[in-house]
């Protein structure tokens, strides 16, 4: 049966498709599609013939073995391979051939764009919001000639994506789908964050300052907790910049969302309290240094401060650290410390 296979060579090598790639690939999708045909052979297989231009179904029938007294139920034996490529089988084979040329073509083009984006994950890239998508809930968003998807999870609470917008996003995830490469990225994720101040502070690139950790609630409100690794460097100065110029560049990228930045500590007592800013604790009791849980004191003048709107920046304190976190008014706390040193002083009389 005629086939141009020189002309098929010629195409997948121009795509970067090796000829015994193609050769195996069409083979076995033209013995299913022989095995689809009427009265096929359980037992077939395809010849190619580039020279000739030409497939041939080679195919084996079986032949029942001779029952023995020693063997009752004989294994069929295979008889000779003979030609058995239909004579309509034309028309089935070009379209077979599209389809599989076009499925390695479709290959090499997902190869191409997983292996280009496997790299990517957790970094940070620059897209174009392009509004095509079927489902609203996910937005689709160019980079260069391939497309992520922005699923609502990883959107921004508030934040509106409008066609032809560029934004910068964070890379969470590249996988093997069965339609091609999924890119997922996000606005919303923590380490978007620690991105955008890495493009903005040579300290951190230099690892002269670290990001210990970040808490954010997207789109209202983000800590983050840091340390300088080198001695006489301001970790929160480097990070805010000269007037304020690098918190701001990296804000711009967020909208309204407020950022904190806070020092870092290994005693928890000092990092509960950096972390409850803008409020000032006056004490923070550890309760309890195995089940990571404390108690900070703070005038009744900050109380309100030190919780947040609807307990927000007592919230990220806590996703910060990774404390259980008691805020307690502090004049409350001396009072009864007061009364309990009379109690005690009483007894003692």
């Known amino acids: 049966m005629e086939l141009d296979l020189a002309g098929m060579h010629q195409l997948a090598a121009q795509q970067g498709i090796n000829a015994e790639e193609l050769d195996e690939a069409l083979a076995e999708a033209l013995r299913l599609a022989y095995m689809k045909t009427s009265h096929p052979a359980r037992h077939a297989r395809v010849e190619l013939d580039e020279r ?50 076009t499925q390695l073509f479709r290959k090499v083009e997902d190869d191409r764009v997983f292996g280009a984006f496997s790299g990517q994950k957790g970094k940070l890239i620059n897209g174009v919001v392009q509004q095509d998508s079927k489902d609203p809930s996910n937005i ?46 996000s606005r919303s994720h923590p380490d978007l964050v620690r991105r955008l101040f890495e493009r903005e502070v040579p300290e951190l690139v230099s690892g002269a300052v670290s990001i210990m950790a970040i808490a954010r609630e997207a789109g209202a409100r983000t800590k983050i907790a840091v340390r300088a690794n080198t001695e006489g460097v301001n970790p929160k100065g480097a990070l805010i910049g000269p007037g304020g110029s690098r918190v701001r560049a990296v804000m ?24 409850l800013s803008p409020a000032t604790a006056t004490q923070v009791h550890v309760v309890s240094e195995k089940n990571q849980t404390a108690v900070a004191f703070i005038h009744d003048s900050q109380l309100s401060l030190a919780i947040g709107k609807e307990g927000q920046n007592a919230r990220l304190a806590a996703k910060l650290t990774g404390w259980k976190i008691g805020i307690e008014s502090a004049e409350e706390h001396a009072k009864k410390q007061e009364e309990m040193n009379a109690d005690s002083k009483v007894s003692a009389e």
């Open 52 to 101: 000739a231009g030409s497939f041939t179904v080679w195919a084996k029938d079986e032949i029942p073995g001779v029952p023995t007294e020693d063997n009752p139920h004989p294994a069929p034996t295979l008889g000779e391979e003979y030609d058995d490529t239909p004579r309509d089988f034309g028309r089935l084979a070009a379209a077979t051939a599209r389809q599989v040329i």
């Open 140 to 185: 689709h968003v160019a980079v260069g000639d391939v497309e992520a998807i922005l699923p609502r999870r990883e959107q921004v609470p508030g934040e509106r994506y409008r066609h032809g917008e560029r934004i910068r996003v964070y890379v969470v995830n590249v996988a093997r789908g069965l339609r091609g490469p999924e890119i997922v990225v």
């Open 252 to 275: 711009e990228n967020l909208g309204p969302e407020k950022i904190d930045i806070v020092d870092w500590s290994e005693d928890p007592a000092k990092f509960v309290a950096a972390a």
